[in-house]
């Protein structure tokens, strides 16, 4: 997608489709983090603020800069304010940009798009707890609240394989795909992360119908990708109940890559919504 | 043209196509049914999954057949098929259609019309041209020549509006014209005849010169209806308690029924009679039983099943009420009650007959039918001249005795009288009062039966003759003469031995009284008296179908006294003339009375063809529904290789299926479920007289649409139902007619009903023989107590002015139906456990007969005495009896409504 260096006319064109299309992106994902976060709150903390921790008594050896003095003037006794332990980690999100994710069934959103929506959701979630975020394939860390706009242009625009060679150790991912590819690919690529220590989640995002198989009759199944030979198939609905257990076979498998790397796989729908995904993609990802 | 079979093909090189059907077999074969395409991303797992079936990959046999069949109805629709092509004619000149349109071709003019029409289609077809003629003649000079040679299809308008006559063709006058249409048309032509197969000249043939000269002309086709008898109905022989109805026919070789109708003023029938007419018979004849004061209502009689003028009789005067002249003696008192001379008379004669009181000069100045003298004798000189002269001619001069007569008899009596009168159990008399003998065969009297507290106390005496014996009408029980009579001339006298006060004998106060009399102006021949030549206008005319409507121009007034010789034609249709305007004499002009015995015409010359009229289905272009059908299955076979295709889901192919299939199907289904007890309805009992059930069965249905449009009950279609067999707890209502012939139900049935009555279902019994329709069902009132012997009736009492009935929605004062007058019955006891509702009604007044509606929409059978607003009432009365039975006796708190207002205005 870098098309940099090609007419900048339609550099511009394409800029501005994108800067039309950001902000309803932006806007979604931050209501669906907002609506996560809110979740969260209700039941972890007391009060507002992400820095603040607690109030401890004051003893010496402290420095004199902690002290709140606002909140010692309330009493005799002097107060230190203290905040949360916070250490940024890096969170790298990858999501498949490929032609088998642009395609829904019916009126359902296209598997890229929820796939996007997750990913923002998810950097808005981060962003907001102070971790840094990173997209896998882009040397640039995205920091601070403001930066989420700038995340989803650059989302827009990079559309890299899941590799990164810049990734520092111990840093955590996030990839969507469907991993409709053969296991082996997927296999190599987690390998080569989890080899540099990354830890990390795999989410599959799925059509509905790409699950069920709901066609019957005689169908000729074109592919997305090109060069693939298209397939007839006499009669769909006898071969449903055969498809549903290859499709079984097939996430066993990724469950099994991502068990044997210390990662997670999850399945999400794109007409489930997207809230309760993220919800649980949060909590795995949040430390205890 | 290509024919083949009935059916003929108008472009037949269009079937040259039909061959190309194997081509598209073969190319049907061929060709799998297109897959459809999906996208789809997860390909990779469906690769190399194993098939577990394999769908032929050619189209079914089925779907071959069915597009195979849609090319061929499409093939054979576009090449315009017609069903039953008109035979054509033989011969190629021009068409002459020949049609008798008299009246007796008006039983079956559509065949016949649509015979014509056919003939034209097929003219026009093959470029020929066609003339008209009509046999029938018209007032219009030359109408029975031929039209103008002119192309067919200009033609088939007139042929349209034609429309038989209602007199006789003139087959004579046809042929005359025919000829001197030859003279300008010389060519060559073929004739197709429609001939109503009736001979009309009295006497002669009168259709083979006419056959002769257009079989002359070129090939002669002759269209006849077959093995269809034509009737003529002929006016009817009035006898004392009857009309004798008889009619003549053409020789049928099945034999058959007729039934007659007596029809009221306004169409509607008031009596039916059925004449046997075995096989090969020409003439039957049937009575016509009804008690006069309905048979004076009747005006016309018809044929049932023939429209024809000659199947319709109208009665007029001479059929009907008898104009009766009553002369009492020269001093006034005559209609005192009681005692006056005239009051029986008047009495008894009143309802059958039109009084008129006068001197004797005046009354004979206008038509008479009876001249009724009680003792009163007739001065020498003119008057006597008058009376005898008005006997001679017809009328009937009913005399009656008395001490005046008894003392200056005159010559216009029957018998020569001793003077003065005889007296019996008188103080100076040693004999008793005498009873009355039967009355003997010959006379008119015989068959009613003498009372026997008739007695007779004072008489005057004929003296002894010869022809005494004869001439006596009733005796004494000693074997004196109490009525003579004589003829003179077309008329006659009777004389009454005593007086018509109850002074001599106490005959006037019974029942035989009125029955004697009535007898005696029923045997009087009709009006008789001065006519003169006053132009009777006509009023209302007959067309050949036999309805009246108003006179059509060029129709010409009657002389009175030449009525009796007109022959209806062009100019005197069949109909009524007389005065216009209410209450004006009218004379009816029947077609009948002046036409011959129908008799076949004979058969035509040598080399006639012959055609059927009727029967053969007219001319039909089947192209239309052929491409249609077409249409139908290719919708059909989108409909299955769509569902092939997967396109559409199985549940929505069978929908469509069924409803294209099961459409017509709806219908029937519909009256299946009928049977479920979804709406309510009207029950009626079944009876053994199918027509009887018919009528109930429309009455029902009459009343039920009356009640739905004047109410917010909502009946559904009444249901027949047998007691003891069909479920009765779903019906509010259950009407009964009991017919003479009804016999007691069986146990089953009896145990059904008392249970229904004991749960709250009425019963409304309807003898159809109370107050002015007394006589009509004799018998039914046994029927009644044999019928209802063994059920659970409470015990009755009339229905009062404050029963609920009379107020449930409609406030009445009576419970007319078609009859009225009589009364009816419902129980005495208020029953609380039923809310007080009277599990039966009986009465006798016709309801079901005044609710009746046909399928016109109109109501078939008069009311008597008559009236919309009887009518109204009856139908009153309906909605009052429906509503009763729905709501019980809610309405009877109607009572409580004055305190209830009393209370709110305090």
């Given at each position: 997608?870098?098309?940099?260096?090609?007419?900048?006319?339609?550099?511009?064109?394409?800029?501005?489709?994108?800067?039309?299309?950001?902000?309803?992106?932006?806007?979604?994902?931050?209501?669906?983090?907002?609506?996560?976060?809110?979740?969260?709150?209700?039941?972890?903390?007391?009060?507002?603020?992400?820095?603040?921790?607690?109030?401890?008594?004051?003893?010496?050896?402290?420095?004199?800069?902690?002290?709140?003095?606002?909140?010692?003037?309330?009493?005799?006794?002097?107060?230190?304010?203290?905040?949360?332990?916070?250490?940024?980690?890096?969170?790298?999100?990858?999501?498949?940009?490929?032609?088998?994710?642009?395609?829904?069934?019916?009126?359902?959103?296209?598997?890229?798009?929820?796939?996007?929506?997750?990913?923002?959701?998810?950097?808005?979630?981060?962003?907001?707890?102070?971790?840094?975020?990173?997209?896998?394939?882009?040397?640039?860390?995205?920091?601070?609240?403001?930066?989420?706009?700038?995340?989803?242009?650059?989302?827009?625009?990079?559309?890299?394989?899941?590799?990164?060679?810049?990734?520092?150790?111990?840093?955590?991912?996030?990839?969507?795909?469907?991993?409709?590819?053969?296991?082996?690919?997927?296999?190599?690529?987690?390998?080569?992360?989890?080899?540099?220590?990354?830890?990390?989640?795999?989410?599959?995002?799925?059509?509905?119908?790409?699950?069920?198989?709901?066609?019957?009759?005689?169908?000729?199944?074109?592919?997305?990708?090109?060069?693939?030979?298209?397939?007839?198939?006499?009669?769909?609905?006898?071969?449903?109940?055969?498809?549903?257990?290859?499709?079984?076979?097939?996430?066993?498998?990724?469950?099994?890559?991502?068990?044997?790397?210390?990662?997670?796989?999850?399945?999400?729908?794109?007409?489930?919504?997207?809230?309760?995904?993220?919800?649980?993609?949060?909590?795995?990802?949040?430390?205890? | 043209?290509?024919?083949?079979?009935?059916?003929?093909?108008?472009?037949?090189?269009?079937?040259?196509?039909?061959?190309?059907?194997?081509?598209?077999?073969?190319?049907?074969?061929?060709?799998?049914?297109?897959?459809?395409?999906?996208?789809?991303?997860?390909?990779?797992?469906?690769?190399?999954?194993?098939?577990?079936?394999?769908?032929?990959?050619?189209?079914?046999?089925?779907?071959?057949?069915?597009?195979?069949?849609?090319?061929?109805?499409?093939?054979?629709?576009?090449?315009?098929?017609?069903?039953?092509?008109?035979?054509?004619?033989?011969?190629?000149?021009?068409?002459?259609?020949?049609?008798?349109?008299?009246?007796?071709?008006?039983p079956?003019?559509?065949?016949?019309?649509?015979?014509?029409?056919?003939?034209?289609?097929?003219?026009?077809?093959?470029?020929?041209?066609?003339?008209?003629?009509?046999?029938?003649?018209?007032?219009?000079?030359?109408?029975?020549?031929?039209?103008?040679?002119?192309?067919?299809?200009?033609?088939?308008?007139?042929?349209?509006?034609?429309?038989?006559?209602?007199?006789?063709?003139?087959?004579?006058?046809?042929?005359?014209?025919?000829?001197?249409?030859?003279?300008?048309?010389?060519?060559?032509?073929?004739?197709?005849?429609?001939?109503?197969?009736?001979?009309?000249?009295?006497?002669?043939?009168?259709?083979?010169?006419?056959?002769?000269?257009?079989?002359?002309?070129?090939?002669?086709?002759?269209?006849?209806?077959?093995?269809?008898?034509?009737r003529?109905l002929?006016?009817?022989?009035?006898?004392?308690?009857?009309?004798?109805?008889?009619l003549?026919?053409?020789?049928?070789?099945?034999?058959g029924q007729a039934t007659v109708l007596a029809r009221?003023?306004?169409?509607?029938a008031?009596a039916s009679t059925t004449i046997?007419?075995?096989?090969?018979?020409?003439?039957?004849?049937?009575?016509?039983?009804?008690?006069?004061?309905?048979?004076?209502?009747?005006?016309?009689l018809d044929l049932d099943e023939d429209e024809?003028?000659?199947a319709a009789?109208?009665?007029?005067?001479?059929?009907?009420?008898?104009?009766?002249?009553?002369?009492?003696?020269?001093?006034?008192?005559?209609?005192?009650?009681?005692?006056?001379?005239?009051?029986?008379?008047?009495?008894?004669?009143?309802?059958?007959?039109?009084?008129?009181?006068?001197?004797?000069?005046?009354?004979?100045?206008?038509?008479?039918?009876?001249?009724?003298?009680?003792?009163?004798?007739?001065?020498?000189?003119?008057?006597?001249?008058?009376?005898?002269?008005?006997?001679?001619?017809?009328?009937?001069?009913?005399?009656?005795?008395?001490?005046?007569?008894?003392?200056?008899?005159?010559?216009?009596?029957?018998?020569?009288?001793?003077?003065?009168?005889?007296?019996?159990?008188?103080?100076?008399?040693?004999?008793?009062?005498?009873?009355?003998?039967?009355?003997?065969?010959?006379?008119?009297?015989?068959?009613?039966?003498?009372?026997?507290?008739?007695?007779?106390?004072?008489?005057?005496?004929?003296?002894?003759?010869?022809?005494?014996?004869?001439?006596?009408?009733?005796?004494?029980?000693?074997?004196?003469?109490?009525?003579?009579?004589?003829?003179?001339?077309?008329?006659?006298?009777?004389?009454?031995?005593?007086?018509?006060?109850?002074?001599?004998?106490?005959?006037?106060?019974?029942?035989?009284?009125?029955?004697?009399?009535?007898?005696?102006?029923?045997?009087?021949?009709?009006?008789?008296?001065?006519?003169?030549?006053?132009?009777?206008?006509?009023?209302?005319?007959?067309?050949?179908?036999g309805?009246?409507?108003?006179?059509?121009?060029?129709?010409?007034?009657?002389?009175?006294?030449?009525?009796?010789?007109?022959?209806?034609?062009?100019?005197?249709?069949?109909?009524?003339?007389?005065?216009?305007?209410?209450?004006?004499?009218?004379?009816?002009?029947?077609?009948?009375?002046?036409?011959?015995?129908?008799?076949?015409?004979?058969?035509?010359?040598?080399?006639?063809?012959?055609?059927?009229?009727?029967?053969?289905?007219?001319?039909?272009?089947?192209?239309?529904?052929?491409?249609?059908?077409?249409?139908?299955?290719?919708?059909?076979?989108?409909?299955?290789?769509?569902?092939?295709?997967?396109?559409?889901?199985?549940?929505?192919?069978?929908?469509?299926?069924?409803?294209?299939?099961?459409?017509?199907?709806?219908?029937?289904?519909?009256?299946?479920?009928?049977?479920?007890?979804?709406?309510?309805?009207?029950?009626?009992?079944?009876?053994?007289?199918?027509s009887?059930?018919?009528?109930?069965?429309?009455?029902?249905?009459?009343?039920?649409?009356?009640?739905?449009?004047?109410?917010?009950?909502?009946?559904?279609?009444?249901?027949?139902?047998?007691?003891?067999?069909?479920?009765?707890?779903?019906?509010?209502?259950?009407?009964?007619?009991?017919?003479?012939?009804?016999?007691?139900?069986?146990?089953?049935?009896?145990?059904?009903?008392?249970?229904?009555?004991?749960?709250?279902?009425?019963?409304?019994?309807?003898?159809?023989?109370?107050?002015?329709?007394?006589?009509?069902?004799?018998?039914?009132?046994?029927?009644?107590?044999?019928?209802?012997?063994?059920?659970?009736?409470?015990?009755?009492?009339?229905?009062?002015?404050?029963?609920?009935?009379?107020?449930?929605?409609?406030?009445?004062?009576?419970?007319?139906?078609?009859?009225?007058?009589?009364?009816?019955?419902?129980?005495?006891?208020?029953?609380?456990?039923?809310?007080?509702?009277?599990?039966?009604?009986?009465?006798?007044?016709?309801?079901?007969?005044?609710?009746?509606?046909?399928?016109?929409?109109?109501?078939p059978?008069?009311?008597?005495?008559?009236?919309?607003?009887?009518?109204?009432?009856?139908?009153?009365?309906?909605?009052?009896?429906?509503?009763?039975?729905?709501?019980?006796?809610?309405?009877?708190?109607?009572?409580?409504?004055?305190?209830?207002?009393?209370?709110?205005?305090?």
């Amino acid at each position: 997608m870098a098309e940099t260096g090609t007419a900048p006319r339609a550099t511009a064109l394409r800029a501005e489709a994108l800067g039309a299309r950001l902000p309803p992106l932006v806007v979604a994902a931050e209501r669906v983090a907002a609506t996560v976060m809110q979740g969260v709150h209700g039941r972890r903390r007391a009060g507002q603020g992400d820095a603040f921790w607690q109030f401890r008594p004051y003893t010496p050896g402290d420095a004199l800069n902690r002290l709140d003095w606002r909140q010692s003037a309330k009493s005799d006794r002097l107060f230190v304010r203290e905040t949360e332990w916070e250490a940024a980690q890096s969170v790298a999100l990858w999501r498949d940009a490929g032609e088998t994710m642009r395609w829904s069934s019916g009126n359902l959103p296209q598997k890229g798009e929820r796939a996007e929506l997750l990913l923002l959701a998810l950097a808005s979630l981060l962003l907001r707890g102070g971790e840094r975020v990173r997209l896998l394939g882009l040397r640039r860390a995205f920091a601070g609240r403001g930066v989420l706009p700038s995340l989803a242009e650059a989302l827009e625009r990079h559309a890299p394989p899941p590799a990164d060679e810049s990734l520092p150790r111990h840093a955590r991912a996030v990839l969507f795909s469907d991993f409709l590819q053969p296991l082996e690919e997927t296999r190599a690529a987690v390998g080569a992360l989890s080899a540099r220590g990354v830890t990390g989640h795999l989410v599959q995002v799925l059509d509905p119908a790409e699950e069920t198989l709901p066609y019957t009759g005689r169908i000729r199944f074109e592919a997305l990708t090109a060069g693939e030979a298209p397939l007839l198939l006499p009669r769909v609905e006898g071969v449903r109940a055969l498809y549903a257990e290859k499709l079984a076979a097939h996430r066993a498998g990724l469950s099994t890559i991502a068990g044997a790397a210390g990662w997670r796989f999850t399945t999400h729908r794109t007409d489930a919504p997207p809230e309760a995904a993220l919800l649980a993609l949060w909590q795995a990802l949040s430390p205890g | 043209m290509l024919q083949l079979g009935p059916i003929g093909f108008v472009l037949p090189w269009l079937l040259l196509a039909l061959p190309l059907l194997p081509a598209i077999w073969w190319l049907l074969r061929v060709t799998p049914p297109a897959p459809r395409r999906q996208v789809f991303p997860a390909l990779r797992l469906l690769r190399d999954l194993p098939v577990p079936e394999q769908t032929p990959s050619r189209t079914p046999w089925w779907l071959l057949l069915l597009r195979l069949t849609a090319a061929a109805l499409i093939v054979l629709g576009l090449a315009r098929p017609v069903w039953g092509p008109g035979a054509g004619t033989a011969g190629d000149g021009p068409l002459l259609l020949v049609i008798d349109d008299g009246w007796a071709s008006a039983p079956d003019w559509p065949a016949r019309a649509a015979a014509a029409q056919a003939a034209l289609d097929t003219a026009s077809r093959e470029g020929r041209r066609a003339a008209l003629l009509t046999t029938a003649p018209t007032d219009t000079p030359e109408s029975t020549r031929p039209s103008a040679l002119m192309p067919a299809e200009e033609l088939r308008a007139r042929v349209t509006a034609l429309r038989p006559k209602s007199w006789a063709p003139d087959r004579a006058a046809a042929l005359a014209g025919f000829q001197s249409w030859r003279q300008n048309n010389s060519g060559a032509l073929s004739t197709l005849w429609l001939a109503d197969g009736l001979e009309h000249q009295a006497e002669g043939d009168g259709s083979t010169p006419l056959a002769e000269a257009l079989a002359a002309a070129g090939p002669l086709t002759l269209a006849r209806t077959e093995n269809r008898a034509t009737r003529l109905l002929l006016p009817p022989r009035a006898e004392p308690d009857r009309l004798l109805v008889s009619l003549r026919q053409t020789p049928a070789p099945a034999g058959g029924q007729a039934t007659v109708l007596a029809r009221t003023g306004d169409g509607r029938a008031l009596a039916s009679t059925t004449i046997d007419l075995p096989a090969g018979a020409t003439a039957g004849e049937a009575a016509l039983e009804l008690p006069l004061e309905i048979r004076n209502q009747v005006v016309r009689l018809d044929l049932d099943e023939d429209e024809s003028a000659g199947a319709a009789v109208l009665l007029d005067e001479r059929f009907r009420r008898r104009p009766v002249g009553l002369v009492g003696p020269a001093q006034s008192g005559t209609d005192t009650p009681l005692i006056g001379a005239l009051y029986y008379l008047e009495r008894s004669l009143s309802p059958t007959a039109e009084l008129r009181s006068g001197s004797i000069e005046q009354l004979l100045a206008r038509q008479l039918s009876v001249l009724v003298l009680a003792d009163r004798p007739v001065s020498e000189g003119r008057e006597r001249e008058a009376l005898d002269r008005w006997v001679r001619e017809g009328g009937t001069l009913v005399r009656f005795a008395g001490p005046r007569l008894a003392e200056h008899p005159d010559s216009l009596l029957p018998v020569r009288l001793r003077a003065g009168e005889r007296q019996l159990g008188g103080s100076l008399s040693w004999e008793q009062p005498q009873h009355m003998a039967p009355f003997p065969d010959s006379s008119p009297f015989a068959g009613l039966v003498p009372p026997a507290e008739v007695t007779v106390s004072t008489q005057v005496l004929a003296e002894p003759d010869p022809r005494l014996s004869e001439r006596s009408w009733a005796r004494l029980a000693d074997g004196t003469p109490l009525v003579t009579a004589e003829t003179r001339g077309a008329g006659r006298i009777v004389l009454f031995h005593v007086t018509a006060n109850a002074e001599w004998s106490n005959l006037p106060l019974s029942g035989l009284f009125p029955d004697m009399l009535r007898r005696l102006v029923a045997l009087s021949s009709g009006v008789a008296g001065a006519e003169g030549s006053a132009p009777l206008a006509p009023v209302e005319n007959m067309d050949g179908f036999g309805r009246l409507g108003p006179a059509p121009g060029g129709v010409a007034a009657i002389a009175a006294n030449a009525f009796a010789e007109t022959k209806p034609g062009p100019r005197h249709p069949p109909g009524w003339y007389g005065v216009p305007g209410e209450g004006g004499e009218r004379r009816a002009l029947n077609l009948s009375a002046s036409l011959p015995a129908p008799r076949p015409m004979a058969a035509p010359p040598a080399g006639t063809g012959f055609q059927a009229i009727g029967g053969v289905p007219a001319e039909r272009d089947l192209g239309p529904w052929l491409l249609g059908a077409a249409l139908l299955l290719l919708a059909l076979d989108l409909l299955l290789s769509l569902g092939q295709r997967g396109l559409i889901g199985r549940p929505a192919r069978l929908a469509l299926l069924a409803l294209a299939l099961l459409a017509p199907l709806g219908s029937a289904r519909a009256q299946q479920a009928g049977d479920l007890p979804l709406v309510t309805r009207i029950g009626y009992v079944v009876t053994d007289d199918p027509s009887a059930d018919d009528v109930v069965r429309q009455g029902l249905a009459g009343l039920s649409e009356y009640v739905n449009r004047r109410t917010a009950a909502a009946l559904g279609e009444p249901a027949a139902v047998k007691p003891g067999q069909d479920d009765l707890s779903v019906l509010p209502l259950l009407y009964w007619a009991i017919l003479p012939e009804a016999q007691a139900p069986d146990p089953a049935a009896v145990a059904a009903l008392n249970d229904y009555m004991r749960n709250g279902g009425i019963i409304l019994f309807d003898t159809r023989d109370e107050g002015s329709g007394e006589g009509f069902s004799p018998g039914a009132r046994e029927a009644l107590q044999r019928v209802t012997r063994s059920l659970a009736i409470p015990p009755l009492a009339p229905v009062t002015a404050e029963h609920v009935l009379t107020r449930s929605f409609y406030l009445l004062q009576d419970l007319p139906g078609r009859f009225a007058g009589g009364q009816v019955w419902v129980s005495r006891e208020e029953d609380r456990a039923n809310d007080s509702v009277s599990p039966v009604i009986i009465g006798g007044h016709d309801w079901a007969g005044a609710w009746a509606v046909d399928a016109r929409g109109s109501n078939p059978f008069a009311a008597i005495p008559g009236g919309t607003r009887q009518r109204t009432l009856a139908y009153r009365f309906g909605v009052n009896l429906v509503m009763y039975a729905l709501t019980g006796n809610y309405k009877g708190d109607q009572v409580h409504v004055p305190a209830i207002l009393e209370r709110l205005g305090n």
